[in-house]
C-alpha cells in the first residue's frame, strides 16, 4: 500500500520527486506546491498521534518550518513521503517530551479543557480506550502500530520511516500487543 | 472483550481525522515558506562569497547525511557544553543562595587525601583545560601548605587556556577538596563538627522564577541621616509567591521575600479618611519590638478611602491573556480563567471589557463589550486555549489601542495583563516596553499584572511593568487568591483614590538614635524626591491598607550598633515631646500637584508592653519577624518561629477572612523548613564555641 502501489500513485511520486528537485534549486512555488500537497499528511499524521487539533497544529507548523530549513539537505534516499513522516514523527517526539514535566497535570487539564473532544470516528468507548492505549505505549512500539495499522503501511515502509530494520517493526508490533493484552 | 481472531489493531484502521482548519494551514504553509525562504537566502548569500566561501559550503553540503560526519552536532555540542557549564555554575555560585565558600573552615580537620582523589576524576570529564595541573597538586598530602599554594599555581596557569573554565576550577577546588582547604584552618581550635547538614540543605531550589535582587535595609543612625523616604507598595505578590513554596516544601529564595509585601497582604482595620479629597490618614504606634527588648517599632499604616458602595465608576478593562504553550497547565490558563469570570461578575452595566491575547491565536477575542453581556464574555473567555508556536507580535499595543477606543472619561481605564513570564511581545526591548506603558499612563491607561503559575514567572518585569503603569502585581496562585484580589479587593485593584504616595519619616535625634526600615527595599526614594512631584511612586487604591514599620533604638536604650561620632554635633537639639515627624505626599488620580499630609508621632502612641498594642500590630510585628527570618536577615532572625506564631495568634483579632489562621500555619510549616538552629548564631565560628 501507500509506498508500494500501482502506476497512477508512481506517476504522483515521479510528480514529488521533480517538485522536491525544483525546490531544492531554490524554486519557492515548487516549494509550496509541495508542501501544500503534504499539509494534510502530516497533520493526519500528527492528529492520529496526539489526537487533540492544538498540538497536531502546532506540530505540523513546526514540520513546515523545519522541511523548509531541511530540504536543501534531503538525500533522495528514501521516499520524500518517507521522509516528511520520519520528521513529523521526530517533531511529534520531541514535542511530548518537552510537555512530559507538565505531564502530571494532563489529567487535571484534560478535565476542564474541552479541546480534546474526542473525534467521531471514536465513538465506540471501546475504540476510543483502544486509541488512547496505543497512544500511551513507549515511543516506538507506539510508532511501529500507528505506522503499520493506522496508516497501513507495509512493514517495509515503516521500517525505513523508523530507520530500523524491517524485522524489528514486528517485533515492536509484537511487544505492543503483549503490552496491550490485558486491555484488548 | 473482542474475540482473539482478529487483530485488535484492525480497529484502528480506516480512522478518518478532523480535517485541518483553513487558518492554521495557512499559517503553517505560510511559515514554512518563511523558513525556506530564509535557508534559501542565507544559501544565497554564501554563494555570492569567494572561491573559498563556495568550496566550503559545498563540501557542507555533500557532509550532509554522511552518518560517520553527523558527529558534528554531538561535538558541537560538547564544546559549548565545556564553555557553558562553568559559566552557568559560576553564575549561580556568586548568587547568595549558595553554600557560603568560606564553609571549609567549618569542616572537620581530616588530613587524608583519600577523598580528594575520586572528586578529581569526576573534575576531569568536566574541566579537561585544568585536569593534568590538579592531580598533579592534589595527592600530595604531606606538606599542605604546598599544596596549596601548587592548586593556586594551577589556577592560574588554567585561566589563561580556557576563560570559563578558571572560574569551575576556583570553586571546585575551595568546595569539593578539603585537604588545601584545610590547610588554612591549622590550629587546634578548628577541631569541631561538621557543619550542620541543614546549612547545607538550605538554599532553595533554583526555581527558575527571576526576582529583583536589592540590598536589605540597613540600620542608620540618625545623627547622620535623619529623613527616610520612601514610596508605598500595595502589591501582594511577593505573599503569595512565598506561601506557595512553603506549602509546596521548599524555602524561597531571599530576594523573593519582599517583607512589605508580606505586611500588607494582609488587611488592617485602620480607621478610613472621610472624603475624597483627603484619601487616607495615618495610624501611629509605638511597642517594644518583639525580637529585641530593648528597641522600638514604630509603626505607620494607611486606610485609602472607600467610596460609598452607591457610588458605580464606569471601569473600562482590557484583559491582555498570555495564551503560549507554557500557559497549558491548569494552574495557569484554566485558572486564569475562572479568575476573570470572578471578576466579570463583580462588574455592572457601565463597565466594558475586551480581551486581547497574544501568542498563537494573537489579535482581539472579544471587542468592547458591556459587562451585563456575562454569556459573551465568558464564552470568549473560555474558548481561550493555550497552544501555538507563533509570538503574536503586538499584543500589548493591540491592548492599549482597545483602551484607547473604549475609553471613559471619569472612570478607571486599565489594562490587565495575565502572564506566565513570558513577554515575548513584540516589543523586545524591556526599556521600550516601560516607556511605552508610561506614556500611556500619563495619557489616563493604567496597567495591572496578575502572575500565574511557577518555574517561568518573571516577578522582576511584573514589578517594572506594574510600577510603571500605575498599577499593581498580584500573584493568583490559586482560585481562593484570584477570588482575594479580584473579588475582595476589586475596588483596590481597578479604583485608585490617590497616586504617586511618598512617605517621608524625620527622626527627631533627642529621642532616637538609630533607625531600619524593615522591607521597602525596592521602594527607596531620595531625600529630595520627596517633594518632586516628576517622580513617580506607587498608587493606593480604594479600601487597601499600607503598613509600614521602622525599628527604632531610643537614645540611651542600649541596643545601638553605631558608636557615636566623637567629633559629631554635640547633643540633640530638638525637643523631647517628638519622637518623629511624618509626612506624606499624593497626587489625587486626575491632579498633577501633589498635596502634603503631615502628623507629629508623639507619646502619646507609645504603649510600653506590646499585649497593649492594637491586635493590628502585633500581628504586624509577626509578619515582618517572619519575614526577617525566612530571609536570613541580619536583623531579628534570633526570634524562634513558635514565638512569632505565638505572636500572631495573639494578634489574629476576628480574622474573618481567615488569612491570619493560614498565616498561622505558614510559620509552621516555615519552622520545619528552616529549623530555629539554622540562624547565624554559629555562622562565624572564629571564636571556636562549640555549636549544637
Redesign the interface.
Known amino acids: 500500500m501507500g509506498l508500494t502501489a500501482a502506476s497512477p500513485i508512481e506517476a504522483a511520486q515521479a510528480a514529488t520527486r521533480a517538485l522536491v528537485v525544483r525546490?531544492q534549486n531554490?524554486d519557492?512555488e515548487a516549494?509550496?506546491e509541495l508542501?501544500?500537497d503534504h499539509?494534510?499528511l502530516i497533520?493526519?499524521t500528527a492528529?492520529?498521534w496526539c489526537g487533540n487539533?492544538?498540538?497536531?497544529?502546532?506540530i505540523?507548523?513546526?514540520v513546515?518550518?523545519?522541511?523548509?530549513?531541511a530540504?536543501?539537505?534531503f538525500?533522495g534516499?528514501s521516499a520524500f513521503s518517507s521522509w516528511v513522516y520520519r520528521i513529523t514523527l521526530n517533531a511529534v517526539r520531541d514535542m511530548q517530551r518537552a510537555g512530559k514535566r507538565?505531564g502530571k497535570?494532563a489529567d487535571?487539564?484534560a478535565e476542564?479543557?474541552?479541546?480534546d473532544q474526542p473525534?467521531?470516528?471514536?465513538d465506540a468507548a471501546?475504540?476510543r480506550q483502544?486509541?488512547a492505549a496505543?497512544r500511551a505505549l513507549p515511543e516506538k512500539q507506539r510508532d511501529a502500530?500507528?505506522l503499520?495499522?493506522?496508516e497501513?503501511l507495509s512493514h517495509a515502509a515503516a521500517a525505513e520511516i523508523m530507520g530500523i530494520k524491517e524485522a524489528t517493526v514486528s517485533f515492536h508490533?509484537h511487544e505492543?500487543?503483549k503490552t496491550?493484552r490485558g486491555l484488548? | 472483550?473482542?474475540d482473539d481472531m482478529h487483530d485488535?489493531?484492525?480497529?484502528?484502521?480506516g480512522?478518518?481525522?478532523?480535517?485541518?482548519?483553513e487558518e492554521?494551514?495557512k499559517?503553517?504553509?505560510a511559515?514554512?515558506?518563511?523558513?525556506?525562504?530564509?535557508?534559501?537566502e542565507k544559501?544565497?548569500t554564501a554563494t555570492k562569497g569567494t572561491h573559498w566561501g563556495q568550496r566550503l559550503t559545498s563540501i557542507i553540503?555533500s557532509w550532509?547525511?554522511n552518518k560517520i560526519m553527523d558527529m558534528r552536532l554531538p561535538i558541537g555540542t560538547a564544546a559549548v557544553a565545556l564553555l557553558l557549564l562553568p559559566l552557568g555554575y559560576q553564575l549561580y555560585s556568586t548568587t547568595s543562595m549558595t553554600v557560603p565558600t568560606q564553609a571549609p573552615v567549618q569542616q572537620p580537620v581530616m588530613v587524608e587525601p583519600a577523598p580528594a582523589e575520586p572528586v578529581l576524576t569526576e573534575e576531569r570529564a568536566e574541566a579537561p583545560a585544568t585536569d593534568t595541573d590538579m592531580t598533579v597538586a592534589a595527592p600530595e598530602p604531606a606538606p599542605l601548605d604546598d599544596a596549596l599554594m601548587e592548586s593556586e599555581v594551577a589556577r592560574d596557569a588554567a585561566a589563561p587556556v580556557v576563560g570559563g573554565n578558571s572560574g569551575l576550577a576556583k570553586q571546585q577546588m575551595s568546595v569539593a577538596a578539603p585537604p588545601p582547604a584545610a590547610a588554612t584552618a591549622e590550629s587546634d581550635a578548628f577541631y569541631m563538627p561538621a557543619p550542620m547538614p541543614s546549612v547545607v540543605a538550605l538554599p532553595a531550589e533554583p526555581s527558575g522564577d527571576v526576582f529583583t535582587s536589592f540590598e536589605e535595609q540597613r540600620l542608620k543612625a540618625v545623627g547622620e541621616e535623619p529623613v527616610s523616604t520612601f514610596s508605598i507598595d500595595v502589591d501582594t505578590a511577593s505573599y503569595s509567591y512565598v506561601r506557595r513554596m512553603l506549602e509546596d516544601g521548599y524555602v524561597p529564595e531571599p530576594d523573593a521575600v519582599r517583607i512589605e509585601e508580606l505586611i500588607n497582604y494582609f488587611p488592617y482595620d485602620y480607621p478610613a479618611a472621610e472624603s475624597a479629597a483627603v484619601p487616607f490618614k495615618p495610624t501611629i504606634g509605638v511597642y517594644p519590638t518583639p525580637w529585641n527588648p530593648k528597641t522600638q517599632l514604630l509603626q505607620i499604616g494607611i486606610k485609602g478611602y472607600v467610596p460609598p458602595a452607591g457610588e458605580d465608576k464606569p471601569s473600562n478593562l482590557v484583559f491582555l491573556i498570555d495564551t503560549s504553550?507554557s500557559m497549558?497547565?491548569?494552574?495557569k490558563l484554566?485558572l486564569l480563567k475562572r479568575a476573570f469570570s470572578l471578576l466579570v461578575d463583580q462588574l455592572s452595566a457601565n463597565d466594558t471589557v475586551s480581551i486581547v491575547v497574544y501568542a498563537g491565536s494573537a489579535g482581539v477575542v472579544l471587542e468592547p463589550t458591556v459587562a451585563t453581556e456575562k454569556a459573551r464574555i465568558l464564552s470568549a473567555l473560555?474558548q481561550l486555549?493555550a497552544?501555538?508556536?507563533?509570538a503574536g507580535a503586538e499584543g500589548i499595543a493591540l491592548a492599549y489601542r482597545l483602551a484607547e477606543q473604549a475609553k471613559v472619561a471619569d472612570g478607571t481605564n486599565r489594562v490587565i495583563l495575565a502572564t506566565d513570564g513570558d513577554f515575548n511581545v513584540g516589543i523586545s526591548d524591556p526599556d521600550a516596553l516601560t516607556d511605552f506603558i508610561k506614556v500611556k499612563r500619563d495619557s489616563g491607561i493604567s496597567l495591572s499584572v496578575l502572575g500565574f503559575g511557577r518555574g517561568n514567572l518573571d516577578d522582576a518585569t511584573m514589578q517594572a511593568l506594574a510600577q510603571n503603569g500605575n498599577g499593581n502585581a498580584s500573584y493568583i496562585s490559586s482560585f481562593r487568591e484570584a477570588q482575594k484580589v479580584l473579588v475582595e479587593e476589586m475596588g483596590g485593584t481597578l479604583d485608585m483614590i490617590a497616586k504617586d504616595v511618598k512617605i517621608q519619616v524625620e527622626f527627631n535625634p533627642a529621642v532616637v538614635s538609630e533607625y531600619r526600615l524593615i522591607g521597602y527595599e525596592t521602594r527607596a526614594l531620595n531625600r529630595e524626591d520627596f517633594n518632586n512631584d516628576a517622580v513617580d511612586a506607587g498608587d493606593i487604591g480604594a479600601g487597601h491598607t499600607v503598613t509600614a514599620i521602622y525599628e527604632i533604638v531610643p537614645v540611651g536604650s542600649g541596643a545601638e550598633m553605631i558608636d557615636p561620632l566623637r567629633y559629631g554635633p554635640e547633643g540633640a537639639t530638638g525637643s523631647g515631646d517628638e519622637i518623629a515627624f511624618l509626612k506624606m505626599r499624593y497626587k489625587l488620580p486626575e491632579g498633577d500637584v501633589s498635596q502634603l499630609i503631615e502628623q507629629p508621632v508623639t507619646a502619646d502612641v507609645v504603649y510600653d508592653d506590646i499585649g497593649e498594642a492594637s491586635d493590628d500590630m502585633r500581628f504586624a510585628a509577626a509578619v515582618a519577624a517572619f519575614g526577617q527570618k525566612l530571609k536570613g536577615s541580619n536583623y531579628g532572625s534570633a526570634i524562634d518561629w513558635d514565638e512569632i506564631a505565638a505572636l500572631a495568634r495573639s494578634g489574629k483579632g476576628a480574622d474573618e477572612s481567615g488569612y491570619r489562621a493560614e498565616f498561622i500555619q505558614l510559620v509552621e510549616t516555615a519552622s520545619l523548613l528552616k529549623p530555629d538552629t539554622d540562624t547565624d548564631r554559629c555562622d562565624v565560628s572564629v571564636s571556636g564555641e562549640v555549636c549544637e
Do not use: N
Open positions: 525546490a531554490g519557492g516549494f509550496a508542501i501544500e499539509y494534510d497533520h493526519r492528529w492520529k487539533r492544538d498540538d497536531a497544529e502546532d505540523a507548523q513546526d513546515c518550518v523545519k522541511l523548509g530549513g530540504i536543501a539537505g538525500d534516499r507538565r497535570y487535571a487539564y476542564i479543557a474541552p479541546e473525534a467521531e470516528q471514536e471501546t475504540s483502544l486509541w496505543v502500530v500507528l503499520v495499522y493506522a497501513e508490533v505492543a500487543r496491550l484488548l | 472483550m473482542s485488535p489493531f484492525d480497529r484502528l484502521k480512522a478518518a481525522t478532523p480535517a485541518p482548519r492554521a494551514k499559517r503553517a504553509l511559515s514554512g515558506m518563511a523558513a525556506f525562504a530564509a535557508a534559501q544559501s544565497a553540503h550532509k547525511g504553550g497549558d497547565e491548569p494552574d484554566p473560555d486555549a497552544g501555538g508556536s507563533t
